[in-house]
């Protein structure tokens, strides 16, 4: 008679023919009068003690099977479609293979849980491995005079940085770097810890950590504005050789103000453009282009107005005064070559002459020299003329007190008229040809040279007779 093998639910799984062996489900189901079966029996029994251990899943398994995956070392239940973990999880340093969802795995090398998705394995906690020691937000309990305070705080490589609280207290039992913990968040001042990054409202900034010692805290008003003019009253230091720039562009298009080696530069980067100086001189702009001027394109400086140096005045290129042909100099006197060795120096006229027209001290004769065309001559003093021009030849001659002059010989030219006997009060000096005229008015011819007197028959009337020493 044929067996009727039922499930738990009375379904039947197959019937067995007598004496023969049915392999509808994972074990062998034996017929009446089957020879041998006490062998497949007793594999029936080690199997199901270890669960059908095996890397492959049993072959025809019933819903509620179990089987032991010797592959992932997990043991499943098979749910009518599939084999599915009954739970727990794998602890081992490397993600388990062929996991189904809701897994767990606990990372023995970081002591992390993982949790299967589906897809990859998801970080359940804590956030931080085991290297990193302590990292992330942390909720505690703080004991506090006004009773205990729940808190989250955020560590750092096991350090605290910062408590989040909802209201102010102070600890009851030292917290590292927190003497007093605000309402907000607090940040640890062992650490010199800051917020770094941007905030869209301050209503005061604490600045007692700043070298600004006239308050801790500041009001946001306060603070001067990097997008619209602003007013301060306080004084503006730049702690850098930087400086100050004016303008879009610091290399191309700007005003610059640096430091270099302790000197300042204020520099004019745009092409051809000028620097300007104005004033207001009773509510009016007296000179519009800049009562002092730097002009870009040519370098040269213009100075607009009554200029009064106080200092010295050095130039090295030249003076030139274009709007007068006349330079009015105040003072008494003019010092040439102030400093130097001796040269010539004086006052050169441009002409068209070779080296002009001079005026000027020649050094090598220590005398005042002038002329044009490279032709100079020494200009005459009182103490170069002389009354004695028979001892001192080759000299200006200036007449005695008496008005005498001395010479060796007088070369005269022909000057005045000549002397008529009517002409008695002429000073001009007489010729040769005046005096011989002179000479005939007397009748006479001869002039006679002797050491001694004439006689009476010495000549003719009119001859003149000169007497002299033997």
């Avoid at 350090?159 to 989040?164: A, F, Q």
């Avoid at 770097?177 to 309402?183: C, L, M, P, T, V």
């Avoid at 080296?355 to 005398?367: H, I, P």
Wanted: aromatic letters at 6%.
């Amino acid at each position: 008679m044929a067996y009727t093998i039922n499930k738990t639910d009375g379904t039947v799984v197959t019937t067995i023919t007598d004496g023969t062996v049915d392999n509808t489900t994972s074990l062998q189901l034996f017929g009446k009068s089957f020879s041998g079966f006490g062998e497949g029996l007793n594999e029936n029994l080690v199997k199901l003690l270890e669960n059908a251990a095996s890397t492959s899943a049993p072959t025809a398994p019933l819903k509620g099977e179990l089987w032991f995956d010797t592959t992932t070392n997990q043991l499943k239940v098979y749910d009518g479609t599939s084999f599915k973990p009954t739970g727990g999880s794998k602890s081992q340093a490397s993600a388990p293979t062929s996991p189904s969802a809701g897994d767990l795995w606990h990372d023995t090398a970081n002591d992390q849980v993982y949790v299967y998705t589906g897809s990859a394995f998801l970080l359940v906690g804590p956030v931080y491995t085991s290297g990193q020691t302590l990292s992330g937000w942390l909720i505690e309990t703080l004991a506090s005079s006004g009773g205990n305070k729940v808190v989250s705080s955020m560590y750092a490589g096991n350090t605290r940085v910062c408590i989040v609280s909802k209201e102010t207290f102070t600890p009851s039992v030292s917290q590292s770097g927190f003497a007093e913990i605000k309402a907000g968040l607090t940040l640890n001042s062992t650490l010199s810890a800051v917020f770094d990054g941007t905030n869209t409202q301050a209503a005061n900034i604490d600045v007692s950590g700043t070298t600004n010692t006239s308050a801790t805290l500041i009001a946001g008003g306060n603070l001067l504005r990097a997008d619209a003019n602003d007013v301060t009253t306080g004084s503006i230091q730049i702690n850098n050789d930087s400086g100050l720039i004016v303008g879009t562009n610091a290399s191309t298009d700007a005003l610059t103000i640096t430091r270099s080696s302790s000197d300042v530069t204020i520099a004019q980067k745009s092409q051809d453009k000028d620097i300007k100086f104005t004033i207001n001189d009773g509510g009016a702009t007296p000179h519009a282009d800049g009562s002092f001027k730097i002009e870009g394109a040519t370098g040269n400086i213009k100075l607009t107005g009554n200029t009064t140096v106080e200092g010295n005045l050095t130039i090295t290129g030249e003076f030139e005064n274009s709007s007068s042909e006349i330079n009015i100099v105040n003072d008494a006197f003019l010092k040439l070559n102030t400093g130097n060795s001796e040269a010539d120096s004086g006052i050169i006229v441009e002409t068209g002459d070779t080296d002009d027209a001079r005026l000027f001290y020649d050094v090598s004769e220590n005398r005042w020299s002038a002329g044009e065309n490279q032709s100079y001559s020494p200009l005459i003093r009182l103490a170069d003329a002389v009354v004695d021009g028979n001892a001192s030849k080759e000299k200006v001659l200036k007449t005695t007190a008496a008005g005498l002059v001395t010479v060796t010989n007088v070369n005269l030219a022909a000057v005045g008229s000549a002397i008529t006997t009517s002409d008695t009060s002429s000073v001009s000096v007489p010729t040769i040809g005046q005096v011989a005229t002179f000479g005939n008015l007397w009748g006479g011819s001869a002039k006679i040279v002797s050491t001694s007197q004439p006689t009476s028959g010495d000549g003719n009337n009119g001859d003149f007779f000169f007497v002299r020493e033997a």
